[in-house]
């Protein structure tokens, strides 16, 4: 084991004013080091600085570093151990669907590589629920549907405001599908998907006339009720838009 706990310098001084203007003390120094364990400024085997060291580190109370350890030991990142100290666990451990760690995740220098791995995750359940949809769907949520699509088209040349759009048809599908427990996945993950630059990209006019086509195209297979072509067609949309951005210019993982 490599140990860690008298090089506190190691840990990138935190922003002192965060945790002046967060009303508990303890979330801030938490998101600070979780960020530091899941992009290995604390490797695997590797302990924390001593409560002491994490106490002039963060300027706060041993009882709030003591509340910090037993939330990143709850997150699956650390273990106490006496005599040892806290020892950073290996990413098995993690609970990589914790909005903390995922979003760390997103942002290693292999970030795109975790991306990679929630459109999978994404495009299984997505397609799944657009089948659901098509087989659910009645004659009120087809004419919302369809409104919410011309919503959409009215914004194509307002990039943002396409983007905010989009989210809102995917969960709107979603929704229709009735499966709750996809929808709250899928709707977790993008969550921190999209604050990592690597994900959303730039998209340009051309790019969202393209994903228009896709909306249209999944709209008409849930509207005519024919649950595979919607499987189909939402799974080519989701891999197509991935594909794209991936190769854009800087996305070979996230800063």
């Known amino acids: 084991m490599i140990d860690r706990q008298e090089t506190a310098g190691d840990l990138t001084a935190p922003d002192q004013a965060a945790f002046v203007r967060r009303p508990r003390l303890a979330s801030a120094v938490v998101d600070h080091l979780t960020h530091a364990i899941v992009t290995e400024v604390y490797p695997a085997g590797t302990s924390l600085?001593?409560?002491?060291?994490?106490?002039?580190?963060?300027?706060v109370s041993r009882?709030?570093?003591r509340e910090v350890s037993t939330t990143l030991a709850e997150k699956g990142l650390v273990n106490s151990q006496q005599g040892r100290g806290?020892?950073?666990?290996?990413?098995f451990h993690w609970n990589m669907l914790d909005p903390t760690v995922l979003s760390a995740l997103f942002q290693r220098h292999d970030g795109v590589e975790f991306l990679d791995n929630m459109i999978e995750i994404r495009t299984l359940l997505e397609c799944s629920?657009?089948?659901?949809?098509?087989?659910?769907?009645?004659?009120?949520?087809?004419?919302?549907?369809?409104?919410?699509?011309?919503?959409?088209?009215?914004?194509?040349?307002?990039?943002?405001?396409?983007?905010?759009g989009d989210i809102e048809f995917h969960n709107f599908i979603m929704g229709l599908?009735?499966?709750?427990?996809?929808?709250?996945?899928?709707?977790?993950?993008?969550?921190?998907?999209?604050?990592?630059?690597?994900?959303?990209?730039?998209?340009t006019i051309t790019d969202i006339a393209e994903t228009h086509r896709a909306h249209v195209a999944i709209v008409s297979a849930i509207a005519?009720?024919?649950?595979?072509?919607?499987?189909?067609?939402?799974?080519?949309?989701?891999?197509?838009?991935?594909?794209?951005?991936?190769?854009?210019?800087?996305?070979s993982g996230a800063s």
């Open 129 to 164: 629920m657009a089948a659901k949809a098509a087989r659910r769907i009645g004659d009120l949520e087809i004419s919302e549907l369809g409104r919410l699509l011309g919503r959409l088209e009215a914004m194509m040349n307002d990039p943002v405001a396409y983007a905010a």
């Open 86 to 91: 806290t020892i950073v666990l290996d990413q």
């Open 63 to 65: 009882t709030v570093i």
């Open 224 to 251: 005519r009720h024919d649950a595979i072509a919607a499987s189909a067609e939402m799974g080519t949309h989701i891999a197509d838009a991935w594909r794209h951005r991936r190769q854009a210019p800087g996305t």
């Open 177 to 203: 599908s009735g499966d709750r427990l996809g929808r709250a996945i899928v709707t977790g993950l993008q969550g921190q998907a999209l604050t990592t630059r690597g994900y959303s990209g730039h998209p």
């Open 49 to 59: 600085p001593t409560e002491s060291a994490l106490c002039d580190i963060y300027k």
